[in-house]
């Protein structure tokens, strides 16, 4: 089986999409399937070579993307006649969310060439808070989105509510839920006191500390943070993260901004912290917050993430879309700090539900299947057409 992994970026740019599309090309490769991934290249970003796991960068311009705070790359001539190419000489090609050029343009090729398409879909609607920006998301899903999904093969959605925004558009024969992993051998909690972690990190064991992680971009909730981050000065904020915006220019004392960090000092900022802080919307369930429930760190998000996972909503934390209700729900997680028993629920949660192992083999038994459908069909239009007339 020769894979076609189609993403905006690689994932050294920091996103949660582009990190699934990793560890999925990696599983899929470690299977024995041959996988190339395909993304916009930029300085710094091109993945390190693994086994069976062939990466292709792409030249592309990403200065759309800087202005609306959006990761939205378009590619040059050059690259999209070589992913043309790529997507040609595939068996399948498996595309990360439909509103990304890129993945509109290999889910075509795919098409004119006969060959599959599968589309995992990670976010629906961005109900920004300025009309443009709201407005351009809501057309790029009108006009790509919807567009690739209807004609895919088979979609998969990471989260029940992307799934249900989907649902006038996918067909229930082609949807499938298939939630992300979690690197269980990793994230996991400290043996530790996490006071013993803080100190090892430099921070005060027994100041308040929450935690962000995730691009710096709009969509992720940033102006609520700020503002929980203003009113509770007594909490210590460390932001792990980057992208448009500068929390730096917010000159708040009691921040800190740490940029992209290792996996591995990720782990241990998870487990020194209080809890982690994510008032995202329109991107279905996050890994991190995946990661942090891991680790046995509590999740505050907007509620429409909360319901995103049916079978970890009772254990995460939420808030209303205001700035204010965010504030009060971090007072309240504040007020009433879970004890190391519940940590350990939360943990055990995460392993239970959640591993790579587990996302890969739903993966690649649904690649089986579409490209068995496909040649099922091909020979019976091979007989239908040697038949005599």
């Known amino acids: 089986m020769n894979v076609l992994c189609v993403t905006h970026y690689f994932a050294e740019h920091g996103g949660g999409i582009e990190r699934v599309a990793e560890q999925i090309c990696r599983g899929l490769s470690a299977a024995g399937v041959r996988v190339t991934w395909a993304a916009t290249d930029l300085p710094g970003e091109t993945p390190p070579p693994a086994p069976g796991l062939v990466s292709e960068p792409l030249e592309g311009w990403s200065g759309i993307g800087t202005r609306l ?107 499938h839920l298939v939630f992300n992993g979690v690197d269980l051998d990793l994230y996991s909690p400290a043996s530790e006191p996490r006071a013993e972690i803080r100190r090892s990190l430099g921070l005060d064991p027994d100041r308040p500390l929450f935690l962000f992680v995730g691009r710096f971009v709009a969509k992720k909730g940033l102006s609520r943070v700020r503002e929980a981050a203003r009113k509770l000065g007594h909490v210590r904020w460390i932001l792990a993260g980057r992208g448009p915006e500068d929390p730096h220019r917010w000159g708040l004392d009691n921040v800190e901004v740490v940029g992209h960090v290792s996996a591995e000092r990720l782990v241990q900022l998870y487990r020194a912290a209080d809890l982690l802080t994510l008032p995202s919307v329109g991107e279905g369930f996050p890994l991190v917050v995946q ?69 890969v083999e739903q993966y690649l038994a649904l690649f089986e299947r579409v490209l068995a459908k496909d040649r099922s069909g091909a020979e019976a239009a091979a007989r239908s057409r040697s038949r005599p007339a």
């Open 69 to 175: 705070g959006l990761p939205f790359p378009l590619l040059s001539g050059r690259a999209r006649r070589r992913l043309s190419q790529l997507a040609s000489e595939a068996d399948l090609v498996h595309v990360h969310d439909g509103i990304y050029p890129a993945g509109h343009l290999a889910a075509a090729r795919a098409r004119s060439s006969g060959k599959p398409v599968v589309v995992t879909q990670h976010i629906g609607d961005i109900p920004f808070p300025d009309l443009f920006r709201r407005l351009a998301v809501r057309m790029a899903n009108r006009v790509l989105t919807r567009r690739v999904l209807r004609r895919a093969d088979e979609v998969v959605f990471v989260s029940r509510t992307v799934q249900s925004f989907f649902s006038d558009t996918v067909d229930p024969r082609r949807s």
């Open 291 to 359: 990661e942090a429930m891991a680790c046995g760190t509590p999740c505050l998000v907007a509620e429409e993430t909360r319901q995103s996972c049916p079978p970890a909503a009772r254990w995460i934390l939420s808030a209303g879309p205001r700035a204010g209700q965010f504030v009060e729900a971090c007072r309240a997680a504040l007020a009433t700090p879970p004890s190391p028993a519940q940590r350990d629920q939360l943990s055990s949660l995460a392993r239970a539900e959640w591993s790579w192992d587990r996302c």
